[in-house]
């Protein structure tokens, strides 16, 4: 795995090391010990599924408070995503910038989340599938969001027709 820290420090974009033959190739896309080498939360406690069916589906921006604050790894399993990630940290230097980054399935990248960001994604294809590992069990009365247009972030999405949740346009 070849580890590349972001522009907002503790998040990283993951890329596979593909060893590569005839029949296709083998990867390692987890490893305890690599995200400990990182000082990367390597505790994983859940795993879920999001299947969205129609391109322009806008998840987000997403965060639990403490104390079930949680590290979180992104994946797009099937199609493609804009991945954005905020950093809601108050003493940061990148405190309330964002970042993005297209996640694919033809691309396996995998993006690491740490505690203290906000995540979200808007799908770039119909029938699109994203994979998220997570450091902390859900908790509702933890979970918090804000608007995906909120403008004290100004984040910039690639698709104007936007498919948003009820709890997601009423953040």
Known sequence: MVFNEMPLKGAYVIEL???????GFFA??????EFKKYGLSSQLVQLSISYNKRKGTLRGMHYQIRPY???????????????????????????KQWISIELTSENRKTIY????????????????????????FFHPEC??????????????????????????RNF
């Not at 090391?17 to 029949?23: G, P, S």
């Not at 399993?77 to 405190?95: E, K, M």
């Not at 989340?113 to 902390?136: R, S």
């Open 17 to 23: 090391e593909k060893i590569e033959d005839e029949r």
């Open 28 to 33: 390692r896309s987890w490893c305890m010990e």
């Open 69 to 95: 604050e949680e590290d979180k790894l992104v994946r797009c399993t099937q199609g493609a995503i804009y991945d954005v990630i905020a950093d809601l940290r108050p003493n940061s230097v990148t405190y």
């Open 113 to 136: 989340i740490p505690k203290g960001f906000a995540h979200g994604y808007q799908t770039l294809v119909d029938n699109t599938e994203v994979l998220y590992q997570m450091t902390e």
């Open 143 to 168: 979970a918090r969001g804000f608007r995906w247009d909120d403008p004290i972030y100004n984040i910039i999405w690639p698709i104007e027709e936007r498919i948003t949740s009820d709890k997601d």
